[in-house]
């Protein structure tokens, strides 16, 4: 089982930065893909950004070169920093990890972005 945490939302004024945190816990699992996902208000979920196990990244095409997806092995984290934020940004941001074959789901951080 791994339990997945996220943290560091808030509201942010348009144009301004915001880094969202997940932390990935629990006994003998090993993490490959970690990814972000969001869910604005009326809206499907949608899929944000992936990272690999070696570190390669993929961005949706509406956040590419404004948010960046990193991991932190040794600390099981995942991050995504936002920058130039815009209030269509504005959702629940949720985490995602996949270990040994099986999907896992954080409960989600909010982010607003709002002058």
């Known amino acids: 089982q791994v339990q997945l945490v996220e943290s560091g939302g808030g509201l942010v004024q348009p144009g301004g930065s915001l880094r969202i945190s997940c932390a990935a816990s629990?006994?003998?699992?090993?993490?490959?893909?970690m990814g972000w996902y969001r869910q604005a208000p009326g809206k499907q979920r949608e899929w944000v950004a992936t990272?690999?196990?070696?570190?390669?990244?993929n961005h949706v095409d509406s956040v590419k070169g404004r948010f960046t997806i990193s991991r932190d092995n040794a600390k099981n984290t995942v991050y995504l920093q936002m920058n130039s934020v815009k209030p269509e940004d504005t959702a629940v941001y949720f985490c995602?990890?996949?270990?040994?074959?099986?999907?896992?789901w954080g409960q989600g951080t909010q982010v607003t972005v709002s002058s």
């Open positions: 629990g006994s003998g699992f090993g993490i490959s893909t």
């Open positions: 995602k990890a996949v270990s040994l074959g099986e999907v896992y």
């Open positions: 990272i690999g196990s070696g570190g390669s990244t």
